[in-house]
């Protein structure tokens, strides 16, 4: 027999939710308890009358039926309401209250919706009446044991075989302590991370129950603080479909639920808490949380995908249409659709979305995927005007402290890096400091003019000039992320080996690869590795030596390598998976990643939040002049730290194949000391500030294809 109590403690964890009511609630009109109210979108869980509120935005439906499913019973609903539009509906809004007394011990919910409304101007719909939906605000969804991805891409019904909200979501009160939310600046170093691939190999010798999960990362947290970031940039963890063939996470079901995969329990609680632990526990240690979040597409791919939600509910807001019948869905994304981020019902989801994380779950940022997209309108032309998202986004109070990063690009050719970005403020990820600094590594001649700029915080695509003032910690500098190689196989492969992905080796990015001798890691001699590593540390000097923010990819501090294949979304397997047995095994490199941020940090001119100006001066190697050949593959310059009583840096770099003299051009009436020079074998290719060797004379021959820093006191003038 159902039971109908009184539901005043979680049924997971049997927490007494009545505690977390803070406020009296607003006593509204009568009529509310019988329809419902339009807002808050979603579920509402009503402890003062007992009542669920369900609210749905659906404006060109014709009619909407609730469904509410006992945990044992999901092709058949324990109670269902079919909504009035006249009572049930306020504009676009489908809205309704359900008692506890009806709901029952009902655990999930959904929707059937059929449409279009009479007399919508509707061109483009794909209602279907027997499909069940899913909230697009539900904030934790369950898959039960028989979900099927098919049963979303065929006509018809999906009963039981299709994900579900779940109704008695979270609502336990969570003990954040006593965090300290804090905003890095001149020390602010961002780790990508894979929530996932960072723990779920066996290696990384955290308990079984926690790889691949949240639990997983706090285990790591201790690592993470001794190599010194300051804030991981968490690849997608909102929910996916896990029948998508997408490991990345970069087909999103929904906004606003952690991906349930990612918890080692996945009750509705375990979902929540878990990732507040990790965020509690990563703030604690004084480490940012930033999400990558994928508001350009959803899973439900082109006409030939599923209808889970989005398309079912209302295709004509969600998604941008193409003017091709063979192809009704705009893709400028890459992956079959595109939301119409320009219409106000999904501008709202995502706000609202955004707001959640924030305020909820204590997220201190955003890195936004292909945010370009946000640029077009709802007939997918580019609006050259400030588009109304980033607008709305800007003015929302509750993400005024948040930081806000783009990737400035679309897949469809829209590239607004720099200054051509709508979010004037933004952070942006430099896909011109990638290519620039992976040409000049790998030797190519004639990018000194691009490297300096880039060293400079790219000020050509960042002007650094009253009428606009961008900053140089707004361009977000790496050498690899998890789109494109590792750093390590940037060094040890010409050509890339994306076989198993199962599209021909056709796809994965252009990149700027120099194997150095050898392809690959079977059968390299010893003098071939040894160039390697000392490329890898390359890469990492001029990283944490260029103005801006640096960002790099879990593993790179320690060689990870992913066997050439640089594009694996779909390899959720040993190919992603950090391989913890070669951090052991390449000690010196990650001593080197981990001295190489605390020398960043304890030089926090080189982070300035604002251009160097008239603290640096460039040179080249034995002339005052840098060469600007064709030919050229060396750069030198004197960075002063007498603005900020900073020690002053003179920094030579040398791309070439052979050794080159290097004069000191800068005033010498100081000594010199040898800080950094990536020729050098560990601990000397790196030293602490007690282990620094004196430059007695003015002249240093740097060994080919290397970095060379030496530091003084400040106080001295160039010459």
């Known amino acids: 027999m159902i039971q109908k109590t009184i539901r005043s403690h979680c049924r997971h964890c049997g927490t007494d939710v009545r505690s977390v009511t803070q406020h009296r609630p607003t006593l509204g009109p009568n009529w509310e308890r019988a329809d419902g109210t339009p807002r808050p979108l979603g579920v509402t869980w009503l402890e003062h009358e007992q009542s669920y509120n369900f609210a749905l935005h659906g404006g060109n439906a014709r009619s909407v039926t609730l469904l509410m499913y006992l945990k044992d019973e999901l092709r058949v609903p324990w109670h269902s309401v079919a909504l009035d539009p006249l009572r049930n509906k306020s504009g676009p809004i489908w809205h309704c209250r359900v008692p506890i007394a009806e709901a029952g011990d009902s655990e999930y919910y959904a929707y059937q919706v059929d449409g279009p409304v009479e007399g919508a101007a509707l061109p483009w719909h794909a209602f279907d009446p027997e499909k069940v939906l899913l909230d697009p605000y539900s904030r934790s969804i369950y898959f039960p044991d028989c979900f099927n991805r098919e049963a979303a891409r065929s006509p018809g019904s999906n009963a039981g075989r299709v994900p579900l909200g779940r109704l008695d979501v979270c609502r336990c009160p969570f003990d954040w302590g006593d965090e300290q939310r804090i905003r890095h600046g001149s020390d602010f170093v961002i780790y990508e991370m894979h929530v996932r691939g960072f723990t779920r190999h066996p290696s990384s010798n955290v308990e079984a129950s926690n790889r691949g999960t949240f639990a997983g990362v706090v285990e790591k947290i201790p690592y993470l603080k001794e190599l010194g970031v300051t804030a991981v940039e968490l690849m997608p963890v909102f ?16 906004f606003f639920s952690p991906h349930h995969a990612y918890s080692a329990h996945q009750s509705s609680c375990e979902q929540h808490s878990q ?43 969600y998604y941008v249409a193409s003017d091709d019948p063979a192809s009704p869905y705009a893709n400028f994304s890459g992956t079959g659709n595109t939301l119409d981020t320009a219409h106000p019902t999904v501008r709202s989801l995502i706000v609202d979305s955004l707001r959640y994380w924030a305020k909820e779950m204590h997220v201190d940022g955003f890195r936004f995927d292909l945010a370009s997209v946000f640029s077009r309108d709802s007939e997918g032309n580019v609006n050259l005007q400030q588009p109304p998202l980033f607008d709305q986004i800007a003015s929302d109070p ?43 590594v790998r030797g190519d001649a004639g990018t000194v003019p691009d490297l300096m ?15 606009q003032s961008f900053r140089p910690f707004q361009s977000i500098n790496f050498i690899a992320s998890h789109d494109g190689s590792t750093i390590y ?58 103005a801006g923010t640096p960002m790099f990819r879990m593993g790179d501090e320690f060689m990870q390598t992913q066997g050439g ?7 959720d397997n040993e190919t992603s998976w950090l391989d913890w047995s070669r951090l052991e095994a390449n000690q010196e490199v990650f001593r080197f990643f981990k001295k ?18 008239d603290d640096i001066r460039w040179f080249g190697a034995e002339s005052p002049e840098v060469d600007m050949s064709s030919e050229s593959q060396t750069l030198a310059y004197h960075l002063s730290g007498r603005s900020a009583s900073e020690a002053d840096l003179y920094v030579m770099v040398n791309a070439s194949t052979r050794q080159r003299v290097f004069d000191l051009h800068a005033d010498s009436s100081n000594i010199w000391m040898r800080a950094i020079d990536t020729s050098l074998s560990s601990p000397l290719d790196i030293a602490g500030r007690e282990s620094q060797v004196a430059i007695e004379n003015s ?3 740097v060994n080919p294809r290397s970095v060379v820093v030496l530091t003084r006191s400040s106080g001295t003038s160039t010459s």
């Open 398 to 440: 509750d993400l005024a402290n948040v930081r806000l990063i783009a990737e400035p690009w679309d897949a469809a050719g829209l590239y607004q890096l720099g200054s051509s970005f709508p979010g004037q403020t933004w952070m942006q990820w430099n896909g011109r400091y990638r290519d620039t600094l992976q040409r000049f």
């Open 596 to 613: 190489m941020i605390a020398f960043r940090k304890t030089h926090p001119t080189i982070g300035s939040s604002t251009f160097w100006r």
């Open 453 to 467: 700029t880039r060293l400079y915080g790219s000020s050509d695509l960042f002007p650094d000039h009253p009428s």
């Open 239 to 254: 929910q996916f479909d896990p029948a998508d063939n997408n490991y990345w996470g970069y087909m999103p079901l929904n």
């Open 275 to 317: 990732f507040r632990e990790m965020v509690r526990e990563l703030h604690a240690a004084g480490i940012e949380v930033i999400l990558d979040v994928v508001f350009n597409h959803t899973c439900e791919g082109d006409h030939h995908g599923p209808t889970y939600c989005y398309r079912g509910i209302d295709n004509d807001v």
């Open 565 to 571: 294949n640089n594009n694996p979304y779909n390899q």
């Open 699 to 701: 002249r240093y021959h």
């Open 489 to 546: 196989d940037l060094v040890s492969y010409n050509e890339k080996h994306n076989e198993a992905n199962g599209e021909d080796n056709r796809d994965g990015p252009t990149e700027f690869r120099c194997n150095n001798g050898w392809e690959g890691d079977t059968e390299a001699s010893q003098e071939v590795l040894d160039l390697r590593k000392r490329q890898v540390k390359n890469f990492c000097c001029l990283l944490m030596l260029s």
